[in-house]
């Protein structure tokens, strides 16, 4: 059963807890980090061994009597226990500075008898918030340090508990992999999720945007971009590991880290792709409510337009000109003359009304117009969408490998 993740709440700015000048590797953690919670694992093919240490030199005890041993770092909150644990498996003190200092990038690191991989795990509630995973390699242990209390990795405790796929017949590389699998697979229900926001802020805008569908989308991009740096240079990290020659990783593993490389390289497509969706978005808002304000010019150009001769018609007769000439507006003393001005005031708005909507700027000839207008202009974006030729994006890897189709999620094989 999946154990509740537990989130504070981050501050998104840069901040660093050692001060310029300070000695390298040293290990200040954050003082409103979670204090540690360690759980242990060991096992191997007919082995299996998992328990919650409530002193780190019981770790000391668990290695050595299986095959692997994976220890499991749950809160930054003491420094003892990561020295603890650090001496134990002869952990570097600049790998250890790392795993305090939160902000790191995504990242693959050789040490003398170990590798120090970085990752981060997303996680979306109202918002995507972001947890560095610290990942130590070494030829018969994996360990891991967690921000926070709760993971993604219940799917591999329930591989190793119920002895499923080849996991505990394989070495301590393929358990780096199956965690490092957990993290990039976790970032699918993510991606799925702003696909959804998308489509209805997409409905929103088309049907009724307001003030609170430009916020939604600025989210939506903020949330995007802080997906897009995560997962951008995890690719480079996986691609790194299953690349170069690493006496840790075999060559089977890393058959399964190309898959992992390619779960990257389709969540990166996604997001690039939602990305520009979310743009897209935006300018329709832009473009809305620019019809909106046209809508309304037009109506109240309309109006003014109709009362110009109604206007012009009253302004000729108001102005008094003396009636005992012939020429100066004999009308003024018919009997008719009041009965004929407003008659000609009707005939020429009548007449301008006719005349704007033979031309289709009124009445429902004009929504008509638009409507056919607006629908040809999407069908012609369709049949071009549907037209035009895959293009190479970014997220294509270094031997042209075309990512698959954003809708599919894909697992890894086998754990």
């Given at each position: 059963?999946?154990?509740?993740?537990?989130?504070?709440?981050?501050?998104?700015?840069?901040?660093?807890?050692t001060?310029?000048?300070?000695?390298?590797?040293?290990v200040?953690?954050?003082?409103?980090?979670?204090?540690?919670?360690?759980?242990?694992?060991?096992?191997?093919?007919?082995?299996?061994?998992?328990?919650?240490?409530?002193?780190?030199?019981?770790?000391?005890e668990?290695?050595?009597?299986?095959?692997?041993?994976?220890?499991?770092?749950?809160?930054?909150?003491?420094?003892?226990?990561?020295?603890?644990?650090?001496?134990?498996?002869h952990?570097?003190?600049?790998?250890?500075?790392?795993?305090?200092?939160?902000?790191?990038?995504?990242?693959?690191?050789?040490?003398?008898?170990?590798?120090?991989?970085?990752?981060?795990?997303?996680?979306?509630?109202?918002?995507?918030?972001?947890?560095?995973?610290?990942l130590?390699?070494?030829?018969?242990?994996?360990?891991?340090?967690?921000?926070?209390?709760?993971?993604?990795?219940?799917?591999?405790?329930?591989?190793?508990?119920?002895?499923?796929?080849?996991i505990?017949?394989?070495?301590?590389?393929?358990?780096?992999?199956?965690?490092?699998?957990?993290?990039?697979?976790?970032?699918?229900?993510?991606?799925?999720?702003?696909?959804?926001?998308?489509?209805s802020?997409?409905?929103?805008?088309?049907?009724?945007?307001d003030?609170?569908?430009?916020?939604?989308?600025?989210?939506?991009?903020?949330?995007?971009?802080?997906?897009?740096?995560?997962?951008?240079?995890?690719?480079?990290?996986?691609?790194s590991?299953?690349?170069?020659?690493?006496?840790?990783?075999?060559?089977?593993?890393?058959?399964?880290?190309?898959?992992?490389?390619?779960?990257?390289?389709?969540?990166?497509?996604?997001?690039?792709?939602?990305?520009?969706?979310?743009?897209?978005?935006?300018?329709?808002?832009?473009?809305?409510?620019?019809?909106?304000?046209?809508?309304?010019?037009?109506?109240?150009?309309?109006?003014?337009?109709?009362?110009?001769p109604?206007?012009?018609?009253?302004?000729?007769?108001?102005?008094?000109?003396?009636?005992?000439?012939?020429?100066?507006?004999?009308?003024?003393?018919?009997p008719?003359?009041?009965?004929?001005?407003?008659?000609?005031?009707?005939?020429?708005?009548?007449?301008?009304?006719?005349?704007?909507?033979?031309?289709?700027?009124?009445?429902?000839?004009?929504?008509?117009?638009?409507?056919?207008?607006?629908?040809?202009?999407?069908?012609?974006?369709?049949?071009?969408?549907?037209?035009?030729p895959?293009?190479?994006?970014?997220?294509?890897?270094?031997?042209?490998?075309?990512?698959?189709?954003?809708?599919?999620?894909?697992?890894?094989?086998?754990q």
């Open positions: 059963m999946t154990r509740p993740r537990h989130r504070r709440h981050r501050k998104t700015r840069f901040s660093r807890r001060k310029p000048g300070d000695l390298p590797g040293l200040r953690p954050d003082p409103a980090a979670p204090p540690p919670v360690v759980h242990v694992i060991a096992y191997g093919p007919d082995d299996f061994i998992e328990r919650r240490v409530t002193d780190c030199h019981q770790v000391s668990l290695v050595g009597k299986a095959a692997v041993t994976w220890v499991n770092v749950e809160g930054l909150g003491n420094a003892e226990t990561i020295h603890t644990i650090g001496n134990l498996f952990l570097h003190p600049l790998a250890l500075e790392d795993v305090v200092n939160t902000h790191q990038r995504p990242k693959a690191e050789q040490y003398h008898g170990f590798l120090f991989i970085v990752a981060r795990m997303a996680e979306l509630h109202e918002r995507c918030s972001m947890e560095q995973v610290s130590f390699l070494g030829r018969n242990f994996v360990v891991t340090f967690l921000e926070d209390p709760g993971d993604a990795f219940e799917t591999v405790r329930q591989h190793l508990r119920q002895k499923q796929g080849r505990r017949a394989a070495g301590a590389g393929y358990l780096a992999y199956a965690l490092l699998d957990a993290v990039v697979d976790a970032y699918f229900p993510i991606v799925e999720e702003f696909g959804e926001r998308l489509d802020l997409e409905d929103e805008v088309v049907a009724d945007p003030r609170s569908t430009i916020a939604k989308a600025h989210r939506v991009k903020r949330e995007l971009r802080t997906l897009r740096r995560a997962i951008w240079p995890l690719r480079e990290a996986i691609n590991l299953s690349r170069d020659e690493h006496e840790l990783i075999d060559d089977e593993t890393r058959v399964y880290l190309r898959d992992c490389y390619d779960h990257t390289v389709q969540i990166i497509d996604i997001v690039e792709t939602y990305r520009e969706l979310d743009a897209d978005l935006t300018d329709l808002y832009l473009s809305s409510l620019s019809n909106r304000l046209n809508e309304v010019m037009k109506v109240l150009t309309i109006i003014a337009t109709i009362f110009m109604m206007s012009f018609i009253a302004s000729v007769y108001g102005m008094n000109f003396n009636t005992a000439s012939p020429f100066n507006m004999p009308e003024l003393n018919w008719f003359g009041y009965l004929f001005a407003l008659a000609l005031m009707v005939v020429s708005t009548l007449g301008m009304l006719v005349y704007f909507r033979w031309k289709g700027w009124v009445g429902p000839h004009s929504l008509e117009r638009r409507a056919r207008a607006a629908r040809a202009a999407a069908l012609a974006t369709d049949e071009e969408e549907e037209q035009t895959v293009h190479r994006t970014a997220a294509h890897d270094a031997h042209g490998h075309e990512p698959p189709p954003p809708v599919a999620h894909l697992r890894s094989t086998d």
